[in-house]
């Protein structure tokens, strides 16, 4: 009997005892056979001994991982393996424009967390993020189209020019916040948002979309923010 399984775009893949499932362009699970930016084999869940995990088998692409409250997250590097030890784990990764996410189901998790009265159920915060509005709206703006798609699947983050026209802002004023933002998360320890040679913006604008919607940063209740005004904070 299968004790895991992969969702992508309402598609259930699962896998008997000892196996494995590759993931990428040209794999068992083909995400998108027509992004030349996607490894063709990237991921691949396959069960060790007693325990399954999710290893990175590609060269360049990084995945972000999380529970589904977002308190426990992960960023997968190439060549690296984390172990599958929720119920649902969600996997989300970009390949040039284009983001996807799946979601690991696990029959018999290793973990079960449990709700305190400190971290009620659907509100929950991860680390000390504190963000202005118009900050929270520019992440708003970005993870538009990943909030709000049903379920595990496809989407593309906006270009600057497009998320600045979205929020009426000038193209300066929403660069020098992007800057901001990336720089206090930077500090708390988010990893791939730290600009530099070779490391391309559309990149950077990904990591922040990964980061803030597998966190729960930001949440679809959120979205009415982004047509509220404000003053210009800085």
Request: net charge negative; with cysteine.
């Amino acid at each position: 009997m299968a004790t895991i399984s992969v969702e992508f775009c309402g598609e259930w893949f699962r896998i008997p005892d000892g196996g494995e499932l590759t993931i990428g362009r040209d794999a068992d699970l083909r995400i998108d056979e027509d992004n030349p930016f996607l490894h063709r084999q990237f991921l691949s869940v396959v069960q060790v001994d007693s325990l399954w995990w999710l290893v990175n088998i590609g060269s360049r692409l990084s995945a972000t991982i999380a529970d589904t409250t977002g308190t426990m997250q992960a960023w997968l590097a190439p060549g690296a393996r984390l172990p599958i030890v929720f119920d649902v784990t969600k996997v989300v990764f970009t390949a040039g424009p284009t983001t996807y996410e799946l979601a690991v189901h696990a029959e018999q998790p290793e973990f079960e967390r449990s709700p305190s009265a400190s971290d009620p159920v659907g509100d929950t915060t991860v680390g000390p993020v504190a963000l202005t509005l118009s900050q929270k709206q520019l992440i708003l703006a970005l993870s538009e189209p990943m909030l709000t798609r049903e379920g595990s699947g496809i989407s593309t983050v906006p270009t600057s020019a497009a998320a600045a026209e979205r929020l009426g802002w000038p193209s300066t004023k929403f660069n020098r916040k992007l800057d901001n933002v990336c720089d206090k998360l930077d500090r708390l320890g988010v990893r791939g948002l730290r600009g530099g040679p070779g490391r391309l913006a559309s990149n950077r604008r990904a990591r922040l979309v990964e980061h803030a919607v597998s966190s729960r940063l930001v949440t679809i209740d959120d979205l009415p923010l982004l047509d509220q005004s404000t003053d210009d904070e800085d």
